[in-house]
């Protein structure tokens, strides 16, 4: 089995965003002495509207330049030592601001479905080119904020001119048209690989473009209960890192407690005690391809021990790899 351990380098997007130290800077430092300790590499997927937004304020704030250089620094720290920085696009960055001491979210334009066809391509190249410039790496992979890549014939356009292509936005049987969020995976193949042309649910053998999809996993109401309630006995170990408040989700909650929900396999908090049934299910299915989605934001003492134990217990049966590693050995 393939292995893909992906971090969403981000911020929260709710009205306290958090700060680059607790949500990005520190988290991924912890994440990367445990990549150096066990020999594998991760994928970061970069938040690039969040760069652009620092390049942008730090010509007027120097708290926000000083912030810009402890991103990027480190985004080059981790290419440096071998991880995958790839593109992660949440497009609502187009209408924040700072002022001055914090970070105004404005989130009614969440995904690149509500801009133009224009305004998207300018989007996709533009913040190409941002990360393409600090990395000094090619930029071929993505994911979208939120999972909102659809209808992705509106972005196909965008990823030709841009040579994208390799996507890992999917969570098969995932779907969300609540709110900000608009997302329907519930028709995509039952594999862990299949290229696409201008559906990504859709296979196609000669499309150009390859959907490597986060893996899927059912979360029974009593692994929410027990997620909750570690939360409230030893906040210490469970409670993330990051401080900063996800946008609302009104009746996710309630839906957790009672019903459970298929979700994406995660390295976040709680989440990754699934890492090895999602494994085992994977197996039995013949996949040959796991997908791991977690935050730096969302990472918590309890997540990092159980993932760098998820890492020893499997590196000599299965392979770490980054998704540049796959392209690049094609």
């Not at 000094?136 to 659809?150: L, M, S």
């Amino acid at each position: 089995m393939n292995i893909f351990l992906t971090y969403d380098y981000e911020l929260y997007f709710g009205n306290q965003t958090g700060t680059a130290e607790k949500c990005i800077l520190n988290p991924t430092d912890k994440l990367k002495e445990i990549a150096s300790k066990t020999g594998i590499k991760m994928v970061f997927f970069i938040d690039t509207g969040y760069l652009k937004k620092l390049q942008e304020f730090s010509q007027k704030y120097e708290s926000v330049k000083t912030e810009y250089n402890k991103v990027v620094n480190q985004i080059k720290t981790l290419v440096k030592e071998g991880h995958d920085c790839q593109l992660h696009i949440h497009p609502h960055w187009e209408d924040c601001k700072h002022d001055g001491s914090k970070w105004i979210m404005k989130t009614s334009r969440y995904k690149l479905s509500d801009f133009s066809d224009d305004e998207i391509e300018k989007i996709v190249l533009e913040y190409q080119k941002i990360l393409q410039d600090i990395t000094q790496k090619n930029v071929n992979i993505y994911r979208a904020g939120g999972w909102c890549i659809q209808p992705f014939s509106r972005l196909k356009k965008s990823f030709e001119k841009a040579g994208l292509v390799l996507d890992s936005s999917v969570f098969p049987g995932g779907k969300n048209t609540d709110g900000n969020y608009h997302y329907d995976f519930t028709g995509t193949p039952d594999k862990s690989t299949w290229k696409f042309s201008s559906d990504i649910c859709k296979e196609d053998p000669n499309g150009n473009f390859k959907e490597i999809p986060i893996s899927s996993h059912f979360y029974s109401p009593l692994f929410f209960w027990k997620l909750f309630l570690k939360g409230r006995i030893k906040p210490q170990l469970h409670k993330p890192v990051g401080d900063g408040y996800p946008m609302p989700s009104p009746g996710m909650r309630k839906k957790m407690l009672t019903k459970g929900m298929l979700l994406s396999a995660s390295a976040d908090g709680y989440f990754v005690t699934k890492l090895e049934s999602v494994l085992k299910q994977n197996q039995l299915k013949g996949f040959t391809e796991m997908v791991v989605l977690g935050h730096p934001k969302a990472n918590t003492p309890y997540a990092l021990n159980e993932l760098e134990s998820f890492i020893m217990n499997n590196k000599n049966k299965h392979r770490f790899l980054t998704f540049s590693d796959l392209l690049n050995n094609a």
